[in-house]
């Protein structure tokens, strides 16, 4: 029997894969229609965004309010990580780099990345909404000025265009072989002890059970 | 840009054309590790 230890709750998981559904969805409605697949898109994406807003609160107020935020915020410490890992990348002869935390160092990275470009896109679609009639008020396209519109196009744009070249490379380190413990852990919930014990310094990440 | 009724340009929003770039950077991404751990692999086997 194999002791398994829990990397990641029910209540996270289910925030991770609602969050990667919304995402794909929103863009795949964004950008097919500019790609010549036209369909009746934009009811579609607001709503799918309004779906990832309240799992983005969801997953904030669990951090703030619940638990530690420690553990996924990168800290000075991960910058020596960070070269040692560099070194050893760049050295036969270089120390083997620490083990990390509950997250290595670009793990931490892309969250954060994610974190700035999906929060971007969010406050950016939250004010786009202002242009299209809901059930809950009717458009108002002249809320802010044409060029307020245009800086609020720009970064909502940009924030797509980035989530682009990050889901690509989240999902290509999600199915890597030897990232197969994460991809587990994240649909199953745990990891095996060997694997905590070989990928994680247990003084840096304690594992409550 | 585009222009508005009084001739100011006006921001209009991210070029599109822009999507083979950032779709090319994860593309990019991609084969450049998937090489670098093939060599890495290969360095480990000849020592």
Not at chain 1, 5 to 13: E, F, I, K, Q, T
Not at chain 1, 128 to 148: C, F, H, L, Q
Not at chain 1, 159 to 175: E, K
Not at chain 1, 196 to 204: I, K
Request: charged letters at 20%; aromatic letters at 10%.
């Amino acid at each position: 029997m194999v002791d398994k230890l829990v990397r990641h709750a029910g209540p996270d998981r289910l925030i991770h894969w609602l969050i990667a559904a919304s995402v794909l969805v929103l863009l795949a409605t964004g950008f097919l229609p500019i790609l010549g697949i036209e369909f009746n898109w934009v009811a579609i994406h607001w709503w799918t965004g309004v779906v990832l807003t309240a799992a983005v609160l969801v997953h904030l107020l669990r951090v703030l309010i619940a638990r530690k935020r420690g553990p996924i915020l990168p800290g000075p410490r991960d910058l020596g990580d960070a070269l040692a890992v560099a070194r050893k990348n760049f050295r036969r002869d270089a120390p083997t780099p620490p083990l990390p935390g509950k997250y290595s160092v670009s793990q931490k990275l892309i969250h954060l990345a994610f974190a700035i470009v999906v929060l971007a896109a969010i406050a950016t679609g939250g004010m786009m909404m202002v242009k299209v009639d809901t059930p809950w008020w009717e458009r108002n396209p002249y809320w802010i000025s044409d060029g307020a519109w245009g800086i609020v196009y720009v970064v909502h744009g940009f924030s797509a265009l980035f989530l682009i070249t990050l889901v690509m490379t989240h999902v290509y380190f999600a199915l890597r072989p030897e990232k197969a413990l994460y991809l587990r852990a994240m649909i199953s919930g745990w990891i095996t002890r060997p694997d905590y014990l070989r990928e994680h310094d247990p003084e840096r990440w304690r594992v409550e059970r | 840009m585009s222009r508005d009724v009084y001739g100011r340009e006006v921001l209009e929003g991210a070029s599109w054309d822009l999507i083979p770039i950032f779709f090319g950077l994860g593309v990019a991404v991609m084969v450049v590790h998937t090489l670098w751990r093939l060599l890495a692999a290969r360095r480990v086997d000849s020592e």
